[in-house]
T-cell receptor, first 115, second 117 residues
Framework: EAGVAQSPRYKIIEKRQSVAFWCNPISGHATLYWYQQILGQGPKLLIQFQNNGVVDDSQLPKDRFSAERLKGVDSTLKIQPAKLEDSAVYLC?????????????FGPGTRLTVL | GESVGLHLPTLSVQEGDNSIINCAYSNSASDYFIWYKQESGKGPQFIIDIRSNMDKRQGQRVTVLLNKTVKHLSLQIAATQPGDSAVYFCAEKGWMAGGTSYGKLTFGQGTILTVHP
């Protein structure tokens, strides 16, 4: 079974520039999540989609972050303009069942460095 | 608000020893917990989960214990191997009003496990 795919794996930009990340979830998974993981911390949920609708974006800094999942499959997360504190790993996850466990499957993440 | 925290940020063990990683949570309404393993450069990987109607659950070389009285859970790894070296997170699943799960995970800070050969 193919896992969650993310690209790019690494990105370095200067502050005030824009950046976009792409995620392809596991086939058939209706629920997709974007997390931000700052170095030394656990992942923090930014936004959750159910198909192409937003379920929870309460922790998304909407003045600079945006995300979409137009066809209910792939998703993009954008930051415009980036700040130094946005340096982090951005993880995408999709949700499915494995046995009796309701599990989130994570992609490898995109490591963003803002200079 | 909800929070999930870990007692120790680092744990070093010798290969073959048993490891115990602890986690405290503050939301007494929490009823589903998951342990994740995160290796360098990778996303978190599901290890084992437990629901609040259980005190203990066992997997392959791993056991999770839940003590609802003191809001504490632990992950025990038997015969720890160098490949177990990683950061371990406990996470709590959130619920919408009305009891519908929407799957939001709240992660703790993490414990770095280092296994020495």
């Amino acid at each position: 079974e193919a896992g969650v795919a993310q690209s790019p794996r690494y990105k370095i930009i200067e502050k005030r520039q824009s950046v976009a990340f792409w995620c392809n979830p596991i086939s058939g998974h209706a629920t997709l999540y974007w997390y931000q993981q700052i170095l030394g911390q656990g992942p923090k949920l930014l936004i959750q989609f159910q198909n192409n609708g937003v379920v929870d974006d309460s922790q998304l800094p909407k003045d600079r972050f945006s995300a979409e999942r137009l066809k209910g499959v792939d998703s993009t997360l954008k930051i415009q303009p980036a700040k130094l504190e946005d340096s982090a790993v951005y993880l995408c996850a999709s949700r499915g069942l494995r046995g009796s466990s309701d599990e989130q499957f994570f992609g490898p993440g995109t490591r963003l460095t803002v200079l | 608000g909800e929070s999930v925290g870990l007692h120790l940020p680092t744990l070093s063990v010798q290969e073959g020893d048993n490891s115990i990683i602890n986690c405290a949570y503050s939301n007494s309404a929490s009823d589903y917990f998951i342990w994740y393993k995160q290796e360098s450069g990778k996303g978190p990987q599901f290890i084992i989960d437990i629901r609040s109607n259980m005190d203990k659950r066992q997997g392959q070389r791993v056991t999770v214990l839940l003590n609802k009285t003191v809001k504490h859970l632990s992950l025990q790894i038997a015969a720890t191997q160098p490949g177990d070296s990683a950061v371990y997170f406990c996470a709590e699943k959130g619920w919408m009003a009305g009891g519908t799960s929407y799957g939001k995970l709240t992660f703790g800070q993490g414990t770095i496990l280092t296994v020495h050969p």
